[in-house]
């Protein structure tokens, strides 16, 4: 009962409680990586066609580039506090 009231009086103040975060979060953390992988996987697919050292080289920099973009990102609303 203490523990309804509590999450009702979250709610109500426009909050969400520790176990509603964590599901949004992980949420989100797989919305993102479906999306990551829809990336690479569409890139790969243009490449088709392409001799296998050329194809190889290009897939690597295109992931080396996710992955700079993204700690760029990440680093950047660290610092701006976002």
């Given at each position: 009962?203490?523990?309804?009231?509590?999450?009702?009086?979250?709610?109500?103040?426009?909050?969400?409680?520790?176990?509603?975060?964590?599901?949004?979060?992980?949420?989100?953390?797989?919305?993102?990586?479906?999306?990551a992988?829809?990336?690479?996987?569409?890139?790969?697919?243009?490449?088709?066609?392409?001799?296998?050292?050329?194809?190889?080289?290009l897939?690597y920099?295109?992931?080396?580039?996710?992955?700079e973009?993204?700690?760029?990102?990440?680093?950047?609303?660290?610092?701006?506090?976002?």
């Amino acid at each position: 009962m203490k523990k309804k009231i509590k999450t009702w009086l979250i709610h109500l103040l426009g909050g969400v409680t520790v176990a509603e975060s964590r599901k949004r979060n992980n949420i989100s953390f797989l919305l993102g990586m479906k999306g990551a992988c829809i990336d690479i996987r569409d890139y790969a697919d243009s490449l088709y066609g392409k001799p296998a050292d050329e194809w190889s080289e290009l897939m690597y920099e295109f992931i080396c580039g996710l992955q700079e973009r993204l700690t760029h990102e990440f680093d950047e609303e660290r610092s701006t506090g976002k």
